[in-house]
């Protein structure tokens, strides 16, 4: 199976430096725990936030077929892993369309969140979670 689409990205410099994709977009970044923590600069949590929102509405747009209007919520934190050993995030994606019950707002979330690349890398994670909302709420 041929890639239909191809990117890399790379970092040298850690935490507080600068990400990049190979030939393209550079990003600052800045660890949220370091004690110079620059608010200004990117970091891993803010990322994986933009990548699954992105992903996941236009995902759920897909689903809809411009039938009605979607809006989606990422939220990342970042916790001592209960295991002792670093990190990890907890993230929670909020789904809403507009004009729709919660119920018809919950199967466009499972159908999205099923066809969604991000969604299907997140989906086994413990600690990664989808919902329902009302339209504006987020």
């Excluded at 004009?99 to 969140?113: K, N, P, R, V």
């Excluded at 299907?120 to 990664?128: D, G, N, P, Q, Y």
Aim: aromatic residues 6%.
């Amino acid at each position: 199976m041929s890639a239909r689409y191809r990117t890399a990205a790379v970092n040298r410099d850690g935490g507080d430096g600068v990400s990049s994709v190979i030939g393209g977009l550079e990003v600052a970044v800045s660890s949220p725990l370091a004690p110079d923590f620059d608010p200004a600069a990117s970091n891993p949590e803010q990322l994986l936030a933009l990548a699954w929102v992105t992903c996941l509405n236009a995902t759920a747009q897909a689903v809809v077929a411009g039938e009605r209007r979607t809006a989606v919520r990422v939220e990342v934190e970042l916790h001592p892993s209960p295991a002792g050993s670093g990190y990890e995030f907890l993230v929670d994606a909020y789904l809403s369309a507009e004009g729709a019950s919660m119920d018809e707002t919950a199967d466009i979330l499972a159908a999205a969140h099923a066809r969604c690349p991000v969604s299907k890398l997140v989906a086994a994670a413990s600690t990664a979670h989808v919902h329902p909302e009302a339209y504006g709420a987020g």
